[in-house]
């Protein structure tokens, strides 16, 4: 028993609830995400903090009323946006504002208002080519009450009085006031290199390591370990052989399951854990229009790959994840200004993946219309379970079903459709029930 050997078995199930809060939320303060969860991380710090340390590569940091799990990143990712309390995705300029904020607040004392917080981020903002925040602009003034309210809602900043939305409104006759949780403010940014000495974002995952063979088989198994937290599923083909290695070993189903409390499936084409207990942010299947759409669409997707009327559908190469992830890397280094840098089930049949005499892996390829087609009968069988706003636009149903199920790497997105994944197989022969709509 490697890990929490210091945690009694009456305990390990208050210890496993500790790790993945802290896995869901990095950043703990005396409110967020509740108000016990600071508590429930404090019970349990010394093992956390040497177990996450050996398991993963993580450092659990403790400051007054904040706990921050500094994470290892092993690769770019984009489907983990920030996100305003309507659920929008920031762009931008709202990260730009959400910086230039904790800047701010960085040089603040305990307590500042949201006029002189926007004074101070505007000067900044105005002499940074492109961006600029102008207050008598309504667009600037909403980007920048998002940057803030997603600081309020992890308890960075308190509301002392007054309210964000009448400033934003009218910053002439609106105002608030703010408590500034230090302590939050400076857990929030922990770049692990000095943002001046790096000319390119790879710098951030680069992380020096001992020559010696037991230093390298370490650092792969925590990457294992790490991927299959980090990523929905996890396939042979899109790890190194190291990697590869620990994810078919006997080892990773028992450590994990001592971690975290959920258990590991394997199949011949990668892992996945299983979410029984609730703790990741997106689930799928799921709840919601969107998730159902999803999981339908992933029933006619793995019924067409499997080809009950004798038709085959073309096969393309899989992208390369190495290659998808250099063209990222190289998007956001031509976004840095010049010189500057910024911060188990019963086993089901698995989507049939072919390999080319070359070793080139081919997937079924599904096509855009094949979706517009599946979406449109979605609609007309499942009717009131979907409401008027999604029969009236079924493109955006199909498009977000869809972005749902490549966060899920249950399909890759290529031109003209997507490459069916074998997570597909798993909803192959399945019977979809949606709950209808009440319409009294």
Partial sequence: MRFAAEVSDLELADYQRAVRLLLRHPLITATFPDEKALARVRRFAAELRRDLSEAFGYRLELHGATARLVRTADRLVTDRPALSRTGRPFDRRRYAYLSLCLATLGRAGIQITLSELADAVSGDANRITGLGLDPDSGADRRAFVDAVAWLEERGVLRLADGSSSAWASDPGAGEALYDVARDAVFALFRPPRVLQHIESVTALLERSLSSSGNAERRAAAQAARRSVLERPVVYFGDVSAEVGNHLRGQALPADLYRLTGLRLERRAEGVLLVDTAGWSAERFPG??????????????????????????????????????????????????????????????????????????????????????????????????????????????????????????????????????????????????????????
Avoid at 315 to 334: F, S, T
Avoid at 379 to 393: E, I, M, N, P, V
Avoid at 417 to 440: E, M
Wanted: proline fraction near 8%; avoid cysteine; aromatic fraction near 4%.
């Fill in 287 to 440: 709840t919601g229009s969107v998730a159902q759409a999803a999981v339908l669409l992933a029933v006619a997707i793995a019924e067409r790959v499997a080809d009950p009327d004798g038709r085959k559908a073309r096969r393309m190469p899989m992208p390369d994840p190495g290659e998808e992830h250099v063209k990222l890397v190289a998007q956001v280094d031509a976004g840095l200004p010049a010189g500057v840098p910024m911060p188990g089930d019963d086993p089901q049949p698995a989507a049939t993946v072919e390999d080319d005499e070359a070793g080139e892996t081919r997937l079924p390829l599904i096509t855009d219309s094949f979706l517009r087609e599946a979406t449109a009968d979605i609609l007309r069988s499942y009717g009131s379970a979907f409401g008027a706003a999604w029969h009236a636009d079924p493109e955006r149903l199909r498009a977000e079903a869809v972005a749902l199920l490549v966060r899920f790497d249950a399909v890759a997105a290529v031109p003209g459709g997507v490459l069916a994944r074998p997570l597909i197989g798993r909803y192959r022969s399945t019977k979809a029930q949606v709950k209808q709509r009440t319409l009294f």
